[in-house]
């Protein structure tokens, strides 16, 4: 399973940017993703996962009502759209996948991860 992130770079405090990560080597519609960040110092955190549908999602209060995560199982592609960034946003963004049947938020549930992609909110 390779999971490819995509999409970070420096943004000004309000600004936005939208994420991707490509999946391949899974059936990609079986399986919950989730996003997930670690900023400097800090370990790393849940953000928002979706169903292996798309019919459920969920996301961390920090970031509940600014970004939204949504998944297209054609393109075997997850996406993560942030919006009014702030600068407690900057982090490494990573992206996951579950184990089989697994929904939840726990890092433990996540059996491969991508390999990150960095997100800079200046003020």
């Known amino acids: 399973v390779q999971l490819q992130a995509s999409g970070g770079g420096l943004v000004q405090a309000g600004g936005s940017l939208r994420l991707s990560c490509a999946a391949s080597?899974?059936?990609?519609?079986?399986?919950?993703m989730g996003w997930f960040r670690q900023a400097p110092g800090k370990e790393r955190e849940f953000v928002a996962r979706i169903s292996g549908s798309g019919g459920s999602s969920s996301y961390a209060d920090s970031v509940k009502g600014r970004f939204t995560i949504s998944r297209d199982n054609a393109k075997n592609t997850v996406y993560l759209q942030m919006n009014n960034l702030k600068p407690e946003d900057t982090a490494v963004y990573y992206c996951?996948?579950?184990?089989?049947?697994?929904?939840?938020?726990?890092?433990?549930?996540?059996?491969?991860w991508g390999q990150g992609t960095q997100v800079t909110v200046s003020s």
């Open positions: 080597g899974r059936t990609f519609s079986s399986y919950t």
């Open positions: 996951a996948t579950s184990r089989a049947y697994y929904n939840n938020n726990y890092e433990s549930g996540y059996d491969y």
